[in-house]
């Protein structure tokens, strides 16, 4: 029991309320920045039926998360292998881009599935969820873990609001979870820490938890070049803004 409690805890779930925050790219990176401090990490694709981990990798892998959920494969067969050409790479599970079907799944497949994500987490430091925007059941199933929760968001107001209400339903549900906030895409730290000012006070004073800043990560238009390119940041751009944020993250989570 207390081995499956250790394995939980090394589980970190990647949020939004909202999509198009960057939340893919960010689970990548982190990733990868997690292997570059000697961490072996590796990132699980739970946006359930509109997967782009691969995508963003520019891999093709010949196994996904739909023949874990067909029974003819297990977790830990699929997982895929990143190298970059200084040799430091990061595992990853690829999801199923595409099949809505996916998006669906009971809650018995789904808490099967999260059995598996702690599972394989004792091979590795640190298991990082990518999960799709929003609160559907399988955000909340495989998010209500031991683990710790990064919630992205942005200065844009929308991102504010549907932050603000994926931290309440989380809350509710699991009253004691680990949420830390990262604010994506900020012109200036100093707009990042507005922006991370303005859901703290929302969350003081309605929900009455802090939840702490984990990171603020500068505008970059790197990050834009990186994704086109199918080249994660710290292999495309190392020495770019975005990826001395992401590093620093890393840091702290370590």
């Not at 107001?157 to 009253?175: C, G, H, Q, V």
Request: charged share 20%.
């Amino acid at each position: 029991m207390t081995d499956t409690i250790n394995n939980e805890k090394k589980l970190i779930t990647v949020a939004s309320g909202k999509g198009g925050v960057g939340k893919t790219w960010f689970s990548v990176t982190l990733t990868h920045a997690l292997s570059h401090l000697n961490r072996k990490a590796v990132v699980f694709d739970g946006d359930l039926g509109l997967a782009n981990v691969d995508i963003q990798l520019g891999q093709m892998p010949n196994k996904d998360l739909g023949d874990v959920i067909s029974g003819s494969a297990s977790l830990k067969s699929i997982v895929s292998r990143y190298d970059d050409k200084g040799g430091i790479g990061f595992d990853y599970v690829p999801g199923k881009s595409g099949s809505g079907a996916l998006g669906s799944l009971s809650r018995d497949i789904l808490r099967g599935l999260k059995a598996d994500l702690i599972g394989l987490a004792q091979d590795y430091d640190h298991l990082l969820l990518d999960m799709a925007a929003g609160v559907d059941p399988a955000v909340t199933t495989l998010s209500n873990h031991q683990g710790k929760l990064l919630v992205v968001m942005t200065a844009d107001p929308t991102s504010l609001t549907d932050a603000y209400a994926f931290i309440k339903i989380t809350i509710m549900k699991n009253p004691k979870a680990n949420i830390s906030i990262v604010v994506n895409s900020a012109k200036t730290k100093r707009e990042g820490e507005r922006t991370y000012e303005a859901i703290k006070r929302a969350c003081e004073g309605f929900l009455k938890i802090s939840p702490p800043l984990q990171g603020i990560i500068r505008s970059d238009s790197k990050v834009v070049d990186a994704i086109r390119s199918q080249v994660p940041l710290l292999t495309r751009h190392p020495q770019s803004d975005a990826a001395a944020d992401v590093k620093a993250i890393a840091a702290s989570l370590v």
